[in-house]
């Protein structure tokens, strides 16, 4: 009997270290690219598109091993934060100010068109989203107090924007970040939710304006990305770029839809740019001092790495997840 107590000790203890040797890290894949990377799309575990500063766009088809990188010929000086990728030929990246653009590839990146074009000296693009493989929504900063909405129904071939008198009425000091192209985020196949920033911060979902209790009050702060587990739990995250260690009312987590919301008991470890729903209840968020990993629906948040990233994606059609930062820095979650 004390041999068999033995044995089952050993076997608990030998679970627990295992256990512990799995715990979830990041491993850098890539740095010392001219560019501060904000866009990236993985389309599965092999193929990851990256967009940035200075024109840059990367793109690797094995897992991240090597990329392929360009910097796209006219567009030297563009941002191009965000960008949407369907699979190894084609994809879509958005240029942020006036004049702001949108390009297409359907060869790889070896050529890109230009979709769209706007000359609005107040043009400032954030963030862009597709709810499907068609359809597609482009937000940007608010334009005579109303926010800037522009869609495709063609998979990004055109662009059109929508009645600017009849978009959401931004606050006063009220915007939106182009901090990770994650601000808004389909909830399903015809819809999506956006949320804001700077002196007011607030969740857009289904017509409504809700308030969203994230540090607020100057142009640095508020929510910078939103994920979506469902039609009714988002997780916001954010807080104060200028204040990159505080975690002051940085996230906050919602179960329906916005009614009521609720902050971690342990929080996000610093400003964080980008938020990111996995699957059951793990998350993962990304700022400018580290990555945090949750394990309980982003109740309590592990400070897993202090490398920098703006942007963590999951694969859309895998379970690879993967990091884009400043210097070019491309890094991968491991264990996970």
């Not at 089952?8 to 030998?14: T, V």
């Not at 270290?17 to 491993?27: F, G, P």
């Not at 991240?64 to 030929?89: H, M, P």
């Not at 978009?167 to 389909?186: H, L, M, V, W, Y």
Request: net charge positive; charged share 20%; glycine share 12%.
């Amino acid at each position: 009997m004390a041999y068999q107590f033995k044995i089952f000790i050993y076997s608990i203890l030998l679970i627990a270290c295992t256990d512990s040797l799995k715990a979830q890290r990041v491993n850098l894949l890539s740095s010392g690219t001219p560019s501060s990377l904000r866009g990236l799309s993985v389309v599965n575990d092999r193929i990851i598109w990256v967009s940035g500063s200075n024109g840059m766009v990367g793109k690797s088809i094995d897992s991240g091993k090597t990329f392929n990188w360009q910097v796209v010929e006219g567009y030297e000086k563009t941002e191009f934060r965000d960008i949407e990728a369907f699979n190894d030929t084609t994809a879509v990246i958005m240029g942020i100010s006036s004049p702001a653009y949108i390009l297409r590839t359907t060869d790889g990146g070896a050529n890109w068109k230009k979709v769209y074009e706007n000359n609005s000296p107040a043009m400032f693009l954030d963030a862009m989203e597709f709810l499907n493989g068609l359809n597609g929504i482009v937000i940007g900063d608010p334009i005579g107090g109303n926010v800037f909405i522009a869609k495709t129904f063609d998979g990004g071939i055109s662009w059109k924007d929508l009645p600017i008198q009849n978009n959401p009425i931004a606050d006063s000091g009220e915007a939106f970040f182009a901090s990770s192209g994650t601000n808004i985020r389909k909830i399903d196949q015809q819809n999506a939710v956006f949320v804001s920033g700077g002196v007011s911060s607030h969740l857009f979902i289904s017509g409504k304006k809700i308030l969203v209790p994230i540090v607020q009050g100057k142009q640095s702060t508020g929510a910078n990305s939103i994920a979506v587990k469902n039609t009714k739990m988002f997780i916001v995250v954010g807080g104060d770029f200028n204040s990159k260690d505080s975690n002051i009312d940085n996230c906050f987590i919602t179960k329906n839809a916005g009614k009521d919301w609720v902050a971690p008991k342990i929080p996000l470890h610093g400003y964080r740019s980008c938020v990111e729903w996995l699957n059951n209840k793990n998350w993962i968020s990304c700022g400018l001092n580290g990555v945090d990993f949750s394990k309980d629906d982003g109740n309590t948040w592990n400070w897993i790495s202090r490398e920098s990233y703006h942007v963590c994606r999951k694969s859309k059609n895998g379970k690879s997840v993967f990091f884009a930062g400043g210097g070019g820095r491309i890094g991968k979650l491991i264990d996970f």
